[in-house]
């Protein structure tokens, strides 16, 4: 009588290759359908009708409610810089820098990353639950029940009006950062007003200015990207949605960090 095979135990390595191996198809397959999802959101943004109206909610949501956040950032990232400038300029003797330094620093990256770090957490998380909702309570499918399309009705106005808002927010990071900066360099570290505002001028251009722009620009785009695709994403009822909106938050700000370098090396060479 034939005696049935006794199961094959796989080796410990084996089975963390097998492990490595799914999670690697697993990003190549999501990355994938992010690509496909983009190209679907380009389509439906150039094809009427065009949702002025949703554009606008959007516009008050993601700005006018995160002007608050945005400029108290602003405001004590500037001040803290100022600080640690100084004390560090100091010790050689050139802290008449520090408003130069720090308007660079905020300019450059602060101000861009910071709102886009800030942006990714408040509104990106917003898009993947709101949309994450309406998806497994249906109401997606019953849109394109009455033949509207739920990427150009759901995505494409939060797409637009992010990309468009976060540079707006960058310029009021930018410029509470410094107004902070100069209040505290010239009232508590006593630096000379005359002198600051002089190195100020001496060493900005509007080339610097349009770097963090550019950035903001980038940044506001590829926020609004991931959250709705993880929005539309969302399965398995309410713990797909709380799921969808962790990876929404945290693929945000990875992206914010990792374009920032790219845009940097890029930008630096043609500006």
């Not at 390595?13 to 999501?30: A, C, M, N």
């Not at 992010?162 to 950062?177: A, D, E, R, V």
């Not at 009822?237 to 845009?263: C, H, P, R, S």
Request: with cysteine; aromatic share 14%.
């Amino acid at each position: 009588m034939e005696t049935a095979s006794a199961p094959v135990k796989h080796s410990w390595l084996h089975r963390r290759i097998s492990k490595i191996g799914k999670q690697v198809i697993e990003t190549i397959d999501g990355l994938g359908h992010m690509v496909n999802f983009t190209g679907r959101v380009f389509y439906w943004a150039i094809r009427p009708p065009w949702r002025l109206k949703l554009i606008l909610h959007q516009f008050y949501f993601i700005g006018n409610k995160s002007l608050l956040i945005v400029g108290l950032s602003g405001a004590f990232t500037g001040m803290v810089m100022a600080y640690q400038v100084y004390f560090g300029f100091q010790l050689i003797s050139v802290d008449s820098l520090v408003g130069p330094v720090v308007a660079l620093s905020l300019a450059k990256e602060l101000a861009p990353v910071l709102t886009g770090l800030i942006v990714a957490g408040r509104a990106g998380s917003a898009m993947a639950a709101q949309i994450g909702s309406m998806k497994v309570t249906e109401q997606v499918d019953a849109l394109e029940v009455m033949g509207i399309n739920g990427v150009q009705y759901l995505a494409v106005p939060r797409i637009i009006a992010t990309t468009f808002c976060m540079p707006m927010l960058c310029c009021l990071f930018l410029f509470i950062g410094n107004i902070g900066s100069y209040f505290v360099g010239t009232k508590a570290l006593m630096i000379d007003e005359a002198m600051y505002l002089s190195k100020l001028g001496e060493f900005m251009h509007m080339s610097d200015f349009y770097q963090g722009v550019i950035k903001a620009f980038f940044f506001g785009f590829i926020v609004a990207l991931i959250g709705t695709y993880f929005g539309f994403g969302v399965t398995k009822g309410a713990e797909g949605v709380g799921k969808g909106t962790n990876q929404a938050v945290v693929w945000g700000m990875i992206f914010v960090l990792v374009l920032d370098y790219f845009l940097t090396s890029f930008l630096v060479k043609i500006l």
